[in-house]
């Protein structure tokens, strides 16, 4: 069952992110240490809005909101830290700033936190403490951790294997839309895992990961439409989505529609 293991990018959730605010009465403010201002003032040196970019004067004015416990400002500098953005890359003062801020309850850098005890990157790996903060994400509505643990839970990965457990958390996601989701419970549908064996809900949520560019999903998509599995059988059907999934660098597809075109 797969797994979304990339870390999110810089989040930017203040209002006047996307205000023409004055900037030298910005920067004013922050220099009084108004921490919302540090943290917008970062934002622009990060985007170029209204000043020249810079990472090196976004690094500094979100260092200053962090150090202050701005969340999201010590959920950004994780990110830096993590990506090597105007700074050397460190998975260690990643971790450092992604946990202040996880323990004030931001979703983003507990998720964050899930992936680098899932993978080992700057701390022991641990799959335990990866469900620790998978679940504190999820619970808040993230969809990439409502995911990761789903397909721990289905394949036993820090937590008990449990197919009912993995059913709940990608459904989750994939009602939020999530592509990933959609093509795990696909898979639990048609394998009858953690729910009655179902090719037409298989078939539903391969159909709206699919629409979103999946290619596993298309290619499954594919298959269902050209042996009739939980739809009507169509031909022509079928070749769109291969087409679809082995333009999306899908093997499977680009086989299976070498077959039927012979």
Known sequence: MRKYLVFLLLSC?????TQQENINDLIKKAEQGDVEAQYNLGYYYHSGEGVEQSEKKALYWWQKAAKQGHANSQY??????????????????????????????????????GVVHEKGYGVEQSYE??????????????????????????????????????????????????AESQYNLGIAYEKGYGVEQSYEKAVYWWQKAAEQGHAEAQYNLGYCYYNGKGIELSKSEAIYWFIKACENSNDKACYALNKIMK
Not at 13 to 17: D, E, P, R, W
Not at 80 to 94: H, L, M, P, W
Not at 153 to 172: L, M, Q
């Open 129 to 178: 403490k990866a469900i620790h903060w998978y679940t504190k994400a999820a619970e808040q509505g993230s969809v990439r951790a409502q995911n990761n643990l789903g397909a721990s839970y289905y394949n036993g990965y820090g937590v008990e294997k449990s197919y009912p457990h993995a059913v709940y958390w990608f459904t989750k996601a994939a009602e939020q839309g999530f």
């Open 13 to 17: 959730f203040t209002i006047s992110c």
């Open 76 to 113: 950004n500098l994780g990110v830096n830290y993590g990506k090597g953005y105007g700074v050397e890359q460190s998975y260690k003062k990643a971790i450092y700033w992604w946990q202040k801020a996880a323990e004030q309850g931001h979703a983003e850098a507990q998720y964050n936190l």
